[in-house]
């Protein structure tokens, strides 16, 4: 009679435990996953608003437990400082973010900072961290424009010798373009309108206001002997 084989019963059992430990030592290691980050942040419609608007903001995500922090560099100095707005986005399951956030009062161009903690060090923004291009996952530029349109070089001036010649004055905006649509145009002589118009969009060539007395519609020659005052309103595409 011959009785039961200790040694391969018992090696039997030490690899099933070791197979089992191997593939539980494998779910750990997988649990731990990659670094979060985020990627392809964008801002969801014009990057060039006015001051106050909310602005939407989107992206993708590779840990969906990790909270996003996104905060405005509001004196571009290129770490989060006390007061500069900021604000959570919650990760979506389906790999993405999406929050808005207040654009700054003052006009200006800003970027906006996004970074995904990883999992293991998941904290709110503190002041003084830095960041950059190469620190925080991803960046985006907002631009806000507050103000309106600016004149220069405007023509003639003073007093005249001579009649005819053109009226000009430069229309400009720094952060958003004029919208020529909106020049309104008035001219008084002596005190008395002689010439409006609520759309000088013809007149307006390459950042220039043209006005040809005698010549452009309704606009009548200069008299000699006359004071004229042209009176020049306009609003960039944002209405400012």
């Known amino acids: ?14 690899l099933t435990a ?30 060039t608003v006015t001051p106050g608007t909310s602005v939407s903001l989107t992206g993708d995500v590779n840990n ?19 007061g500069e707005r900021t604000v959570v986005g919650n990760a979506q399951f389906s790999g993405s973010f999406s929050t808005d956030i207040t654009a700054p009062s003052s006009s200006g161009t800003y970027t906006i900072y996004v970074d995904q903690p990883s999992p293991e060090d998941e904290s709110a923004l503190s002041l003084g961290d830095a960041y950059s291009d190469t620190t925080t996952d ?6 806000v424009d507050g103000d309106g349109p600016v004149f220069n070089s405007a023509s003639p001036t003073g007093a005249l010798t001579t009649q005819g010649g053109d009226i000009t004055v430069d229309v400009s905006d720094d952060l958003d ?15 008395t309108e002689v010439y409006s118009t ?21 606009l009548p020659a200069l008299s000699e002997g006359s004071s004229y005052t042209v009176d020049v309103t306009a609003a960039d595409t944002l209405g400012n």
């Open 198 to 218: 609520t759309d000088a969009s013809a007149n307006f060539v390459d950042g220039t206001l043209t006005l040809d007395p005698g010549t452009t519609t309704d």
């Open 1 to 14: 009679m011959t009785g039961p084989n200790y040694r391969e019963s018992f090696r039997a059992l030490f």
């Open 64 to 82: 969906d437990a990790t909270d996003v922090q996104i905060y405005v560099d509001e004196n571009q100095n290129g770490q989060y400082d006390d």
């Open 138 to 143: 991803d960046s985006v530029s907002l631009t």
């Open 177 to 191: 373009s004029v919208d020529a649509s909106s020049i309104e145009v008035s001219v008084s002589e002596d005190g």
């Open 18 to 47: 070791l197979m089992v430990v191997s593939v539980f030592g494998g779910t750990i290691a997988f649990a731990g996953g990659a670094a979060a980050t985020v990627s392809e942040a964008s801002i969801d419609g014009d990057s």
